[in-house]
């Protein structure tokens, strides 16, 4: 089953219900009340994202040989995700990374910032090019040790085959103590993709939080911190301050390309060229 979710904005609308500030502390991790597409979601994420299955995608698509586009035809292509059968239930991706983008813009924050904002999102293009949702969505986690259960869903890493590994199944597992997340094998999906093609463009604070903002065990759970460097766990004070934006700038306003394209279009050529790889 490649495609457990009806769409892709599904997924969106599970992690902001589940990181809902509002909500109360026992109500965090009922996720027996999710739709059945979200928990077969996770059940394919959590069963076939193995090791060698990272290994395999980060050969496969960060050659940034695929193809080139500008970050404008990036969303518009991204727009084609859209569930059209029901549009007035869903955002389409660029209303939100738009609206995540002015979120951040009218609390005054620095433009690479704001640009981070509007960009973060792009490696879901991988969904585009044939990659099941499972491989570009979800809450990511480190590949090649323990699995944490402050993962969601984590009961279903046991259908893993790395779960049958011992080696991969100690704390450790195949790193160092402290090692640093540039060191770790996260879960393949939409963020690292996007932080390679952002890599030669954004500052280091940017590209920390395209990188890291799927890794919820991590920035708000607390997780894995034995893998961070103390670099990591510093530049993760800008994770931290990204994700609300991410996940709590819907509204029902939608945002109008028209009058904020010109402020946007000056802001991508300001960091971006003409065209990215991709």
């Known amino acids: 089953?490649?495609?457990?979710?009806?769409?892709?904005?599904?997924?969106?609308?599970?992690?902001?219900?589940?990181?809902?500030?509002?909500?109360?502390?026992?109500?965090?991790?009922?996720?027996?009340?999710?739709?059945?597409?979200?928990?077969?979601?996770?059940?394919?994420?959590?069963?076939?994202?193995?090791?060698?299955?990272?290994?395999?995608?980060?050969?496969?698509?960060?050659?940034?040989?695929?193809?080139?586009?500008?970050?404008?035809?990036?969303?518009?292509?991204?727009?084609?995700?859209?569930?059209?059968?029901?549009?007035?239930?869903?955002?389409?991706?660029?209303?939100?990374?738009?609206?995540?983008?002015?979120?951040?813009?009218?609390?005054?924050?620095?433009?690479?910032?704001?640009?981070?904002?509007?960009?973060?999102?792009l490696g879901k293009i991988l969904c585009l090019k044939g990659e099941p949702q499972w491989a570009v969505v979800g809450d990511t986690f480190p590949t090649g040790c323990a699995y944490s259960d402050k993962v969601v869903f984590s009961n279903y890493f046991r259908d893993n085959p790395d779960y049958a590994n011992p080696s991969y199944q100690t704390r450790l597992g195949i790193y160092d103590e402290h090692c640093g997340l540039d060191k770790v094998d996260l879960s393949w999906g939409h963020d690292e993709y996007m932080y390679h093609v952002a890599k030669p463009y954004l500052p280091e604070a940017g590209l920390y939080m395209i990188r890291y903002h799927s890794f919820y065990a991590a920035h708000r759970e607390g997780a894995y911190e034995y893998l961070m460097s103390d670099h990591d766990k510093e530049m993760f004070q800008w994770v931290r301050a990204f994700n609300p934006y991410d996940l709590y700038s819907k509204s029902a306003d939608r945002p109008k390309l028209s009058e904020l394209k010109g402020y946007y279009a000056e802001l991508v050529n300001e960091y971006f060229p003409s065209k990215l790889n991709f």
């Open 1 to 121: 089953m490649d495609g457990p979710l009806e769409h892709l904005e599904q997924w969106d609308d599970f992690v902001s219900s589940r990181y809902d500030p509002a909500k109360k502390t026992e109500a965090f991790r009922d996720y027996e009340n999710s739709t059945p597409g979200v928990r077969e979601f996770y059940r394919l994420n959590h069963t076939l994202q193995t090791r060698d299955f990272v290994l395999q995608k980060k050969r496969e698509y960060l050659g940034l040989n695929r193809m080139q586009m500008s970050v404008w035809e990036a969303l518009d292509y991204l727009n084609t995700l859209v569930d059209d059968s029901d549009p007035d239930t869903d955002l389409s991706q660029i209303e939100h990374n738009l609206q995540t983008a002015e979120a951040i813009r009218r609390d005054g924050h620095p433009r690479w910032f704001v640009l981070t904002g509007l960009i973060h999102d």
